[in-house]
């Protein structure tokens, strides 16, 4: 099981729960798994082309998935996703 | 009365209404304060601002909140310097200094705080947050502390110790956190769905946070009689102060303040060790990839800039450039300021200087302009970093002739040095 932490403006989506557990191999498969059991995820963390929006961060456990093999990272059980806006900070 | 409208999505244009609110629910994209300009250009005048208080308070028009007593320790209207003995070094013409280490936390990070915390608290916010690299830290748990706010203050464990001294008199909560500043910034974030109740200036109330920053291009075309610079070189961390300097020039022009329209080109300052949007300007891309910091400058140490990409925008529609020093450019850059004019900076001014001067050499910056350096915080904050290169010239015994063979001896050394 995958921990997904919801951000307060996608909290709509899962009737206000901040924390969903999923199930998924990769980053990517936990995100459409989200938007499987929650319609409206993948409108608005992914952009046209699939990827994920300028602007949406996700960290598994601690790290930037930038960092690591983006939505093709894999993933194990017992690890956090957290989905974080990007505008803060400075 | 304020003139804000609402605020606005960069990204997709939805509007919102003006709340503690900084991202957009859709995209995600950063919100911006809106104003009618139009009611804004019908009060505001040269002479209502000349007659106003000598901070940033003389600019309410052009803030996203107006209060009789704002949250205020007198940040802003800090001296425009200018600075004939650098430019000489430098190759330049008409160079100034804006110094902002006058304010009074010293650094620019006083601006965007009032002006934040102000609105906070008239939101109904008792809490002042943020996460920082130093002088953001400095400057909530002061104004807090003069608003009566509680504050929470989160930092990087690693910081320079008079910012993390000057964090924590003021009384409210500080948390060294084990991690980068990038890390340190998630946490927030995160911790903004978990506590909304606290006004996190720089995450739930960002979009006032960062108006404040135009106070800076406010001030210096005021203080160049109503004029703006051609070239302006601002230290970029997250890229908020630099694409707000550029909106408040223009906002200038809309309002009516300014008799011709400002073309300024805008050129940002990172270090080497932290420079993902010099690099994304250098490579050409539209991307900006995340980065570990790794360099001296702390306070710019943001490895993923939230307003990266729109500095990256600001910079190439402005015609300006970006460019990243080494840490030892860094110390050469604020020894030079202080030698020349006599202003000590820390490791953000270092960054500016060695851009500045990087950038005059290459020609990109050039001697029939009009320039002006953004430097944004006091070196007493930093100076650890200058610990193995700056010092005493000599220790000496309390006899003249001590003192008399230390003089003959750095006579001697200096004589050497300059063959
Ligand atoms: C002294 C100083 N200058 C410049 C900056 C960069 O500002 P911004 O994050 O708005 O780019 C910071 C902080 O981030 C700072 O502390
Ligand atoms: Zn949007």
């Given at each position: ?90 | ?241 630099l694409t707000k300097v550029a ?43 995340p980065v570990k910091p790794d ?60 851009t500045l001067a990087k950038l ?60």
């Amino acid at each position: 099981m995958i921990k997904v932490r919801i951000p307060a403006q996608l909290r709509t989506l899962t009737g206000g729960v901040g924390e969903v557990p999923m199930e998924g191999a990769t980053v990517g498969e936990v995100l459409k798994g989200l938007d499987a059991a929650h319609a409206g995820f993948a409108e608005r963390i992914f952009d046209a082309d699939g990827g994920l929006r300028r602007f949406v961060n996700v960290f598994l456990d601690e790290e930037d998935v930038r960092f690591l093999d983006g939505l093709g990272t894999p993933v194990t059980d017992g690890q956090t996703l957290s989905i974080v806006p990007a505008v803060a900070g400075g | 009365m304020d003139f804000v409208s609402g605020l606005r999505c960069r990204e997709c244009g939805r509007t919102y209404p003006a709340e503690a609110l900084h991202v957009c629910d859709f995209c995600f994209g950063p919100l911006e304060v809106t104003y009618d300009y139009e009611r804004v250009a019908a009060t505001i005048s040269r002479e209502r601002i000349e007659s106003g208080p000598r901070s940033i308070w003389r600019y309410a028009d052009l803030l996203p909140v107006r209060d009789a007593a704002p949250v205020d320790l007198g940040a802003g209207f800090t001296p425009l310097v200018r600075a004939d003995r650098l430019a000489a070094e430098l190759g330049l013409g008409e160079l100034w200094i804006k110094d902002d280490t006058a304010n009074p936390t010293g650094s620019f990070k006083d601006r965007v705080v009032s002006v934040a915390l102000t609105k906070a608290r008239q939101l109904g916010f008792k809490v002042a947050a943020c996460a920082s690299t130093g002088n953001l830290a400095n400057s909530v748990a002061a104004h807090a502390a003069r608003a009566g706010m509680d504050s929470v203050v989160l930092i990087p464990h690693d910081l320079e110790k008079a910012k993390v001294t000057m964090t924590s008199v003021y009384g409210g909560r500080v948390f060294a956190v084990q991690g980068s500043y990038d890390d340190v910034n998630r946490l927030c974030a995160e911790l903004t769905s978990e506590q909304p109740e606290w006004a996190f200036v720089n995450v739930n109330v960002r979009t006032y946070y960062a108006e404040g920053s135009k106070t800076l291009a406010f001030e210096v075309a005021e203080q160049l009689g109503w004029q703006a610079p051609d070239h302006v070189v601002v230290p970029i961390g997250s890229g908020s102060q630099l694409t707000k300097v550029a909106k408040g020039f223009a906002e200038l022009y809309t309002v009516g303040l300014l008799d011709e329209e400002p073309s300024v080109r805008v050129s940002g300052a990172q270090a080497a060790g932290c420079s993902p949007v010099a690099t994304a300007f250098a490579e050409g891309t539209d991307v900006i990839r995340p980065v570990k910091p790794d360099t001296i400058a702390k306070s710019l140490a943001i490895g993923n800039p939230a307003d990266g990409w729109y500095a990256l925008d600001t910079i190439r529609r402005s015609g300006g450039a970006c460019a990243a020093v080494t840490d030892a450019e860094v110390l050469d850059g604020i020894r030079l300021l202080a030698r020349t004019e006599g202003i000590f900076a820390e490791t953000a001014g270092g960054v500016t200087i060695a851009t500045l001067a990087k950038l005059a050499a290459e020609g990109v910056i050039r001697s029939d302009e009009r320039v002006v350096a953004m430097i944004t915080g006091h070196g007493l904050k930093t100076v650890e970093a200058l610990a193995d290169v700056v010092g005493p010239t000599a220790t000496i015994a309390p006899t003249l002739d001590s003192f008399a063979e230390a003089m003959a001896a750095d006579a001697a050394s200096t004589l050497r040095s300059s063959l």
